[in-house]
């Protein structure tokens, strides 16, 4: 990303290398965060490290330790790694990928109004960051799932989502 960055400081004139440089960026982000977060969990021959949540569940009672360690990490997919992709996405385009786009095909509109600059290009900015952000958390959220740390979402100042560890009931 700096790297692209540098070449688009040093050659302006190049604005498609930037654009294909940063697409590609996101387009390999959102690929690899997606296989996390649409692929379901195979049944593993991990032995847990902690207890299972679903052990004294009445659904699991039957199954073996396998299934339960996959059902466990399922649903750490589906109700945690999968809405964090989700948001990510919506982010880069929503946020981010339609404000870039409307501050490009409409330069001369938004350069003459009175915020000029200050308005579509800062949204592409925090669109971009926010995805990146939340990308990122995808990935802590699937690791943690992959040690089986039990990871979970808390928010800081209300407003910024990060991924923490339970480890035996006690968050780290």
């Known amino acids: 990303a ?8 040093s050659l302006r004139q190049f604005y498609a290398v930037f654009l294909l440089g940063y697409g590609s960026t996101v387009v390999a982000i959102t ?3 997606g296989q ?3 692929r379901p969990r ?7 490290s902690t207890p299972s949540m679903l052990q004294s569940h009445p659904l ?3 199954k073996g330790q396998d299934d339960v360690i996959a059902a466990e990490a399922e649903a750490i997919r589906v109700g ?3 809405p964090l992709w989700v948001a990510a996405v919506l982010s880069y385009i929503c946020c981010g990928g339609i404000a870039w786009v409307c501050d490009f095909l409409l330069c001369s509109v938004v350069a ?3 915020l000029g600059d200050f308005v579509l290009h800062p949204l592409w900015h ?3 960051g926010t995805g990146t952000w939340l990308a990122i958390q995808v990935i802590a959220a699937a690791r943690g799932e992959a040690l089986r740390a039990r990871p979970r979402l808390q928010w800081a100042l209300q407003i910024l989502p990060y991924v923490v560890y339970t480890y035996n009931d006690k968050s780290a």
């Open 112 to 114: 003459s109004s009175p």
């Open 42 to 48: 195979q049944r593993s021959n991990r032995q847990p």
């Open 60 to 62: 699991c009672a039957d």
């Open 2 to 9: 700096a790297a692209t960055v540098a070449v688009y400081a």
């Open 80 to 82: 945690l790694i999968r």
């Open 36 to 38: 996390l977060a649409l």
């Open 126 to 128: 925090f669109g971009a």
């Open 31 to 33: 690929m690899w965060t």
